[in-house]
């Protein structure tokens, strides 16, 4: 059995638009947005085995954000710049290529692709995963080159306010 969360990295900050894409922090609502989507992945109680994130700033600060929250070692840390503009194809390619001995895996990466993955592998209609948004699903895989489809397990963003 392999779990992957798909995550959307937090709000971007356009404030200097002399900055290439890739190059884009974080904004102060993002920041706060990462804390808390990873607070409250730590209060559920769920740490992957691996943090597998694009390469541009804002992803890999989102994630960077979840890995301190979560106490997590380097080692468990990567990153690849083929997740920065991958296509749908593309983009489930890199996760078949996840190493087989991590189970649970954490990916960060950017819209419009994270979503179509998300709908794509779970078989769900999520119109737009915002920014932050964190879809979990498990396959029964033995190895992440076997993974094609996933069955849908959350779905949750920053705004959320369960219970209301």
């Known amino acids: 059995m392999k779990r992957l969360s798909l995550i959307r990295h937090a709000k ?6 002399d900055l290439e894409d890739i190059d884009r922090p974080l904004n102060s609502r993002g920041y706060k947005d990462a804390k808390t989507m990873a607070g409250r992945v730590r209060e559920a ?4 085995d691996l943090i597998f994130s694009s390469t541009a700033i804002r992803a ?4 960077l954000i979840f890995a301190r929250v979560l106490e ?4 468990q840390l990567v990153f690849s710049p083929v997740l920065y503009e991958a ?5 489930i390619r890199a996760l078949q290529g996840l190493p087989d001995g991590k189970a649970r895996v954490f990916v960060f990466g950017h819209n419009n692709t994270i979503t179509e993955v998300a709908n794509t592998l779970t078989k769900q209609t999520i119109p737009n995963i915002p920014t ?3 879809v979990s699903m498990e396959a029964d895989i033995h190895s992440w080159k076997e993974l094609e489809n996933a069955r849908f397990l959350s779905f949750d963003y920053p705004k ?5």
């Open 132 to 134: 932050c948004g964190m």
């Open 12 to 17: 971007s900050d356009w404030g200097n638009e």
């Open 72 to 75: 997590l070692e380097a080692h």
């Open 87 to 91: 296509g749908l194809d593309t983009f």
């Open 60 to 63: 890999s600060s989102t994630a």
């Open 45 to 48: 109680g769920v740490v992957p």
């Open 160 to 164: 959320n306010t369960p219970g209301l």
